[in-house]
């Protein structure tokens, strides 16, 4: 595997599973940066015997990979290295892949759906991202990002008819029949609150 990928999709119930637990996820951050069993049992205060284990653990699932060998005081030390710097847990692991179907006038407002475009959205981009990055090749995306503020919640309603007939308007001046297709998602909920 290619140890510069910036995101690796995890869609093998069993990789997630190795790669859960508190330890294993330590193991995984810390190796972003390439280590040894000995190197990271004195930063993380615990036996080398007890890393090993965990390391083999990761390695047969396929989220860290050897780097290099090198001879320390008559033995030969492994170094490795997590095969990215984030995993994305594949949607299709809970549920089963859809292409969500254009929302009806009641759907467009269902949380569900919502939910269920940014899985496949997820999905969609990391996979395509993964294969870029084993081409060499780069993912022509773009994101748009911004927040509102509605008096009423009425005005929710009306915002999103008058985006979905303006985003249909600038769909009609740019579609081209034999152009690359995107997709494009354009989604409101409310912010987070955070704590003060």
Same mark, same amino acid.
């Given at each position: 595997?290619? *140890? ?5 999709? !995890? ?14 996820? %330590? ?13 990271? @049992? ?39 290295? *997590?095969? @990215? =710097? ?14 969500? @179907?254009?929302? @009806? %006038? ?5 949380? %569900? ?10 999905? %969609?981009? !990391? ?7 084993? =081409? ?6 773009? #994101? ?15 915002? #999103?008819?008058?985006?979905?007939? *303006? ?10 029949? #034999? ?11 409310? #912010? ?5």
């Amino acid at each position: 595997m290619d *140890a510069s990928k910036n995101m690796e999709l !995890v869609g093998d119930p069993e990789q997630l599973r190795q790669a859960l637990t508190p330890i294993r996820r %330590d193991l995984l951050l810390r190796l972003r940066t390439p280590a040894s069993a000995v190197e990271l @049992a004195h930063d993380l205060d615990l036996p080398r015997q007890k890393i090993g284990y965990h390391l083999r653990q990761l390695e047969d699932a396929g989220l860290i990979e050897l780097v290099e060998t090198r001879r320390r005081r008559g033995f030969t030390e492994r170094v490795l290295k *997590a095969t @990215a =710097t984030a995993y994305v847990i594949d949607p299709d692991i809970l549920t089963p892949a859809t292409t969500p @179907a254009p929302p @009806a %006038d009641n759907a467009r407002h269902a949380a %569900d759906h919502l939910v269920a475009v940014a899985s496949n959205a997820v999905r %969609d981009v !990391v996979r395509m991202q993964t294969n870029a990055d084993k =081409t060499g090749t780069r993912l022509l995306t773009y #994101t748009l990002e911004s927040e509102i503020r509605f008096a009423d919640p009425d005005d929710v309603h009306r915002f #999103t008819e008058a985006l979905a007939a *303006a985003t249909a308007a600038v769909i009609e001046q740019f579609d081209s029949p #034999t152009g690359r297709q995107f997709r494009i998602v354009a989604a409101g909920y409310p #912010t987070p609150r955070t704590k003060d």
